[in-house]
């Protein structure tokens, strides 16, 4: 019998082969058996911005809680759960360090959502995948031109964008929602109704980042009155008043 064996190095298919001072005995051979660790982000963003330059650090750990010292690289990526249409980019793969922490600066995320989830997996594939908590990647509305003010139920024109942190456009797709603020009078955009400016009046797609409205009118006479912009189908897209 024996106790308190153990493996140093993570991966697959090992086996442990037993011998005896006796020729007469012939070796034997163990079934295949894998011996693994766990890869864990020791640091990962609570909210971010879209493109906005991100922090990550991973490490390892066997399973009785002492820190794995082999020589290992990690990539980050998102994971299949992360809302769809962005990529991680930047400088994604990197090696563990003499402190035994992997190290990641510079990455981003390139479109907005909630839920994003970044998943850490190793060259060896005895390092199990790690998970990041999810969070935030916010973008925001921006009105790159407001409707002039103009006679009632004359056409009006409008661009907004999806912008990052710096005002710089997102080419994503996104569902544009634009209601009057206050609402007082009536929106009408490309439909055959009136509809009362409570009632949100879908735009779909923004494409490439932008949307250019050109057949807005007001229904109703009012001063002081504005667009407002949302997502409503992505509240990480932040809304914008013209």
């Not at 298919?13 to 890869?39: K, W, Y």
Request: proline content about 8%; glycine content about 8%; hydrophobic content about 45%.
């Amino acid at each position: 019998a024996f106790a308190a064996l153990r493996v140093p190095h993570a991966g697959r298919g090992f086996r442990l082969e037993a011998t005896a001072d006796s020729a007469a005995i012939a070796p034997v051979l163990s079934n295949l058996f894998d011996v693994t660790a766990q890869l864990q982000f020791l640091k990962s963003p609570d909210a971010a911005w879209v493109n906005e330059p991100l922090s990550f650090e991973v490490c390892a750990k066997h399973m009785d809680g002492k820190w794995y010292t082999d020589p290992y690289t990690v990539t980050l990526s998102l994971s299949a759960d992360s809302p769809p249409g962005a990529v991680l980019e930047g400088p994604t793969t990197q090696t563990v360090d003499a402190h035994g922490i992997v190290a990641f600066t510079g990455v981003r995320v390139t479109a907005p959502g909630c839920g994003t989830v970044v998943e850490a997996r190793s060259t060896n594939d005895g390092l199990l995948v790690a998970r990041s908590y999810p969070f935030e990647v916010c973008a925001a509305f921006a009105f790159l031109t407001s409707p002039a003010s103009g006679p009632v139920g004359e056409a009006a024109q409008t661009t907004v964008a999806v912008v990052d942190q710096k005002g710089q456009v997102v080419p994503v797709t996104a569902s544009l929602a634009l209601h009057l603020v206050p609402s007082v009078s009536y929106l009408e955009c490309n439909v055959g109704v009136k509809s009362p400016a409570m009632l949100e009046v879908q735009r779909t797609p923004v494409s490439g980042g932008t949307a250019a409205i050109t057949d807005l009118h007001v229904w109703g006479v009012g001063g002081g009155l504005a667009l407002r912009a949302h997502a409503p189908a992505n509240p990480a897209i932040q809304p914008a008043v013209s």
